[in-house]
């Protein structure tokens, strides 16, 4: 597999394939317990997911655990700021694919595509303005390990203007980035 | 089947409390993270991965990140299992040997190259490894590289965890549950420093 690989040298926001170390199932041998797994049918037609299916119980609950985090924005985070703490997050932790999908719904839903790229060109660091730093900085100690997350980063979150529900949807969506990043560095490698 | 949230146990949020209120608006991450937890260490198969082992391998993830609530969740986890009981002491010695600060590693060569940083490889010491086991010694050497250092890991380390014995299944299950910890760790930690933030 790995002679069709062209891994991504930088971070960036262009569409990247993801291609498995080992072997997902074949699209045949999915059974309706596969299916549950999968959640999304379209999802077999995807290597990442035909390989996390093998284990159908938790690739289902993790993807109901993601799509909650993320997509449920009847209150709380703006959708664009819980897609910056994924982005912040697996900068942070070096995945180049997750960086790269969230990075892209960070602009998209943010409009502001260029803050976007200098996060990833310039790493977590760079000044991107009060709000986004503080969830930037809030992300990335929690990414740290030992868990660096404290009572400062809380004062600085609340500075910026978040409350404690927004606070939760930052804990929730950079903890989750955690999940994600590990899987999809260790079990395969993007490709251009 | 346990039905108390793991979650708010672990991060001592009150039935009634406002960071119990905050949860319920995210019901379905808040189920799910529990139902994870369940498919992880009450699987309906254990086959490619037993209890004991996955109970060993949690109480070594979450020793790594420091003792917490969750570490000693874990580690009485292990100490309940017929197998693991005995392997508390030497996974102890392990976290002390493994115990560093992350994420370290490499990235691809380029221009991201000047961000690379050095760190410790761990590797199980050789006097625990007849007590552990080829398996379990793949295990730990695989998930302190995914706790740590995860943009090094490569196509080998899957070959080693094959060479040890793991089925590929039972690879994309140890994979979840390394994973699966360091996202719940991180939400327990959150919770409980907003929570001393409201105090």
């Known amino acids: 597999m790995s002679t069709a690989v062209n891994p991504p040298a930088v971070f960036t926001q262009d569409e990247l394939d993801w291609v498995s170390w080992i072997d997902p199932l074949p699209e045949a041998e999915l059974t309706e317990r596969h299916f549950a797994g999968l959640v999304d049918r379209a999802r077999a037609k995807s290597e990442y997911f035909r390989l996390l299916v093998r284990d159908p119980e938790v690739l289902e609950a993790r993807t109901r655990t993601d799509k909650d985090i993320f997509y449920n924005v009847a209150d709380g985070l703006p959708r664009a700021e819980r897609e910056l703490a994924a982005a912040a997050t697996s900068r942070y932790n070096g995945c180049i694919y997750c960086a790269s999908v969230h990075a892209r719904f960070a602009s998209t839903y943010s409009k502001r595509r260029d803050d976007v790229q200098r996060l990833l060109d310039k790493g977590v660091g760079t000044d991107l303005g009060e709000r986004w730093n503080a969830i930037v900085k809030a992300s990335v100690a929690l990414a740290a390990t030992p868990i660096a997350f404290g009572p400062d980063n809380v004062e600085e979150l609340r500075r910026a203007g978040l409350d404690d529900a927004e606070i939760v949807d930052v804990i929730n969506g950079a903890s989750f980035f955690n999940w994600a990043n590990r899987l999809m560095l260790s079990l395969g490698e993007p490709s251009k | ?199």
């Open chain 2, 1 to 199: 089947m346990n039905t108390e949230d793991i979650i708010d146990t672990l991060a001592g949020i009150e039935p009634g409390s406002a960071l119990d209120a905050i949860r319920a608006h995210r019901l379905q991450a808040r189920e799910n993270a529990q139902k994870s937890y369940l498919s992880l260490f009450e699987p309906i198969d254990a086959s490619e991965f037993s209890l004991a082992e996955r109970a060993a391998v949690a109480a070594f993830v979450t020793g790594l990140h420091g003792e917490s609530p969750v570490a000693s969740f874990y580690r009485e986890k292990l100490a309940a299992t017929t197998d693991g009981a005995a392997l508390v002491e030497a996974i102890l010695v392990e976290i002390e040997r493994g115990r560093t600060s992350g994420p370290y590693g490499a990235f691809p060569a380029g221009p991201l190259s000047i961000e690379n940083k050095a760190g410790l490889i761990y590797r199980v010491s050789a006097e625990r490894k007849p007590e552990l086991g080829a398996r379990l010694v793949a295990a730990f050497e695989h998930a302190h590289l995914l706790v740590f250092r995860p943009r090094d890991a490569a196509s080998a380390d899957m070959k080693a965890l094959l060479a040890a014995g793991w089925s590929t299944t039972g690879i994309v299950t140890l994979s979840q549950l390394v994973a699966f910890l360091s996202f719940q760790l991180r939400v327990v930690s959150g919770l409980r420093t907003l929570a001393a933030a409201n105090a």
